[in-house]
């Protein structure tokens, strides 16, 4: 009897200590050359994820997956400052997509993670989760970064290009300024050949 409730007592406490809510860690490839092994976490049924990269351009991560169930569920854990959804400081919202479709999803949060919890139909292969900071990659800061580095681009371009037109113009005046001179000595001499005939 005393024995049974030993066993017991271990066999619950090997459960917790395995078992814990997150026991998948889920690996994120970043530019096919690196792995971030502590950034999330998931606990799945009916869904294999079979590989997780990030998109640094477009501040996303991907899972490529295969749903062995008519549909799967579910539930992933980001750390903060491995990917997040905020603008101006505050908490904005991830967004989902599969095959081109938005995803619905419930989400728990706290200071340190966001909890995101979803089902997704059989047959799906990738979904896609939008955010705006990415391993400290912020989508506003680069569409900004984007948006100085056009408008010097284009004020680069442009300086190329009043450049290009003053050496054109330079060159077209120092031509006509030669056929000026040509003509000039082309009337002296002409002039002189006058002179010259009339002397005679």
């Known amino acids: 009897m005393m024995l049974g409730k030993i066993i017991l007592t271990l066999a619950i406490i090997t459960m917790i200590s395995v078992s814990p809510a997150f026991a998948e860690k889920l690996p994120i490839e970043v530019n096919g050359v690196m792995k971030i092994n502590n950034g999330a976490s998931y606990i799945a049924s ?16 991907i899972f490529q997956v ?10 992933i854990k980001f750390d903060r400052g491995i990917f ?13 997509i ?36 990415l391993f400290d990659e912020s989508f506003l800061l680069k569409l900004e970064e984007i948006e100085k580095a056009q ?29 000026e001179a040509a003509k000039a000595e082309a009337k002296a001499a002409a002039e002189e050949e006058s002179r010259t005939a009339a002397l005679m």
Not at 152 to 178: C, D, G, W
């Open 46 to 61: 009916g869904i294999d994820i079979e590989h997780a990269s990030a998109d640094l351009e477009s501040i996303s991560l």
């Open 66 to 75: 295969s749903v062995t169930e008519l549909e799967g569920d579910i539930t």
């Open 84 to 96: 997040d959804a905020k603008i101006a400081g505050e908490d904005d919202e991830f967004f989902i």
């Open 98 to 133: 599969a095959h081109g479709e938005e995803i619905t999803f419930e989400e728990e949060k706290d200071d340190n993670s966001r909890t995101l919890s979803f089902s997704i139909p059989q047959g799906t292969e990738e979904f896609e989760i939008f955010g705006t900071i």
């Open 151 to 179: 408008a010097l681009k284009e004020a680069e371009q442009r300086k190329e290009f009043y450049e290009s037109v003053a050496a054109m113009e330079e060159a077209a005046q120092r031509i006509n300024e030669k056929a």
